[in-house]
Nanobody, 123 residues
Framework: VQLQASGGGLVQAGGFLRLACVAS????????MGWFRQAPGKEREFVSA????????LYADSVKARFTISRDNAKNTLYLQMNSLKPEDTAIYYC?????????????????WGQGTQLTVSS
């Protein structure tokens, strides 16, 4: 499985952006997916996750009500709609494919990772 994340960039605080992650292989539609991020000097942290069919989603408290995760299994694509962006959202964002059908919070539960896409939010 290969994951290709895109959509990052430079945006002003209060702005919005949508990340996408295209997956190759049959695994995508059967597995949970997640987004993680890593800011400079910090550890990678959980952002959001979604179950194989999109029925169940999880969010970190820091992004709840601002970010929305979704997926299109027909297109093998995972999305992260990010609204009301803050400077503290600045990080490299990674998409990942879970080992099972659900979208867990722990990074160790993910088997495949994309290369990351940089988001910079200016104040």
């Amino acid at each position: 499985v290969q994951l290709q994340a895109s959509g990052g960039g430079l945006v002003q605080a209060g702005g919005f952006l949508r990340l996408a992650c295209v997956a190759s292989g049959r695994m995508f539609s059967n597995n949970g997916m997640g987004w993680f991020r890593q800011a400079p000097g910090k550890e990678r942290e959980f952002v959001s996750a979604i179950s194989w069919n999109g029925a169940s989603t999880l969010y970190a408290d820091s992004v709840k009500a601002r970010f929305t995760i979704s997926r299109d299994n027909a297109k093998n694509t995972l999305y992260l709609q990010m609204n009301s962006l803050k400077p503290e959202d600045t990080a490299i964002y990674y998409c990942a494919a879970a080992r099972g059908a659900w979208g867990p919070r722990g990074a160790h539960d993910y088997a495949y990772w994309g290369q990351g896409t940089q988001l910079t939010v200016s104040s």
